[in-house]
């Protein structure tokens, strides 16, 4: 294990009336409250009616920002900043799943910022101040109610970037299992699709055979087993209270960062994911269950010595798999598990699944997925040969 040093300060609120209990003493009465969501399911759920009536029970003054994308868009967030500014808002609510609350981490941000939006996302920008703000999670899947990363599309230039800062970590975070009971089937799936993504990119991490750090990888593979043992009970009954707790506090700590410290994993999946959903728009999680397993096929075929050792770890700890002949034999019984897995929950394995193709654009895939960079990825780094590969393979 690496040095490291650690801090989780936002205020977690966890379980049934969360909101009800807590919103109005958490937020320790702003002046005017930005209440920004997502294509409207809180007002037809009840949850915006609830939110709204306690800011207004404690005279709390507040304006909404409705319409945040799936795929949250820097062309909204300036236009909520615009708003924010306009109002004199002094917090920002995110009332919704990781979209919103992404979103909103760019509006605290851009509020007091004079450039674009986009700039302090690429990190031309560095801000020195933000907006305080709050969340009330609607979605278990990506873990930014209580992180301080966040990923934003650019619609002018196809690009999905993520980028990230102290300063937007949220005050609190509101967490009612409750409130996800009418999220659907496929975004149910595609969150637990995510969570699941985002334990691996931590566990494959940098200098796999160099630096140990089993305390984390044991945290990591009881937190994938937990999911998996969760996901089919969930997906067969959305109103299952205890499993939309289960899969709500397993995606929070998935990436709150408890889990990555002491090791550098590989977010390589997600950019590549990334360069998929700014170029197609496609859900998030549906585009990791197509792009991880061929990623871990392919990271295992090419640097067999460097990368089976972990993936036959992950095949016997996650999957039960009794090791077979060697750990190559082993990995891939382990990607074929996780492969397995997804489909029958109902996820797609290929870009065809979803009445997509990549081969007309690979050089603009591998491009968007490498940002400037020369490669990415640590568990094993890929450079744009690479990347063609697998994009590839995605067919």
């Known amino acids: 294990m690496e040095n490291f040093s650690f801090s989780v300060p936002t205020q977690l609120f966890f379980g049934r009336d969360v909101v009800k209990q807590h919103l109005v003493t958490a937020l320790h009465h702003p002046k005017k409250v930005l209440l920004a969501y997502g294509g409207g399911s809180i007002r037809r759920n009840g949850l915006y009616d609830e939110v709204t009536a306690l800011l207004e029970a404690a005279h709390i003054d507040y304006i909404s920002f ?56 690429l990190g031309k920008a560095v801000i020195q101040t933000a907006v305080p703000l709050g969340t009330i999670l609607t979605l278990a899947a990506t873990g930014s109610e209580t992180n301080s990363g966040s990923v934003i599309t650019n619609l002018a230039t196809s690009e999905k970037k993520g980028w ?20 659907p089937h496929n975004h149910t799936l595609y969150g637990i699709i995510d969570i699941m993504s985002h334990l691996f990119e931590q ?6 055979l160099t630096v140990q750090n089993p305390y984390q990888e044991a945290l ?42 002491g090791s550098n994993g590989d977010w390589a999946s997600h950019q590549i994911e990334h360069a998929l959903s700014a170029v197609y728009d496609i859900p998030h999680g549906a585009g990791l269950a197509i792009v991880f397993p061929h990623w871990m096929h392919y990271v295992l075929t090419k640097d067999p010595e460097t990368t089976a050792p972990l993936l036959a770890k992950m095949a016997t700890q996650v999957f039960a798999i009794q090791p077979l002949a060697d750990d190559i034999a082993t990995a891939h019984a382990g990607i074929t598990a ?44 890929l450079t744009a040969a690479d990347l063609h590969q697998i994009f590839a393979s995605l067919e």
């Open 66 to 121: 409705g319409g945040i994308e799936p795929n949250p868009r820097v062309e909204t967030v300036e236009e909520a900043i615009a708003i924010a500014r306009h109002e004199c808002v002094d917090f920002v609510l995110a009332v919704g799943g990781g979209s919103v609350i992404d979103a909103a981490k760019l509006i605290a941000a851009g509020i007091y910022h004079e450039g674009h939006a986009w700039d302090i996302v």
């Open 164 to 183: 990230g800062s102290p300063l937007v970590l949220p005050k609190f975070a509101l967490l009612d299992p409750q409130n996800t009971f009418t999220v």
């Open 203 to 208: 566990y494959f991490r940098q200098n796999p």
């Open 220 to 261: 990591i593979e009881t937190t994938l087993r937990q999911v998996i043992a969760t996901a089919p009970d969930l997906l067969a009954n959305l109103n299952d209270y205890h499993a939309r707790e289960t899969m709500m506090i397993c995606g929070t700590y998935a990436l709150n960062g408890v889990l990555r410290i």
């Open 338 to 381: 996780l492969s397995d897995f997804w489909r029958q929950l109902g996820a797609p394995t290929k870009l065809r699944d979803l009445q997509l193709t990549s081969t007309d654009i690979l050089t603009d895939l591998t491009t968007k997925t490498l940002l400037g960079q020369p490669s990415v990825g640590h568990f094993l780094p």
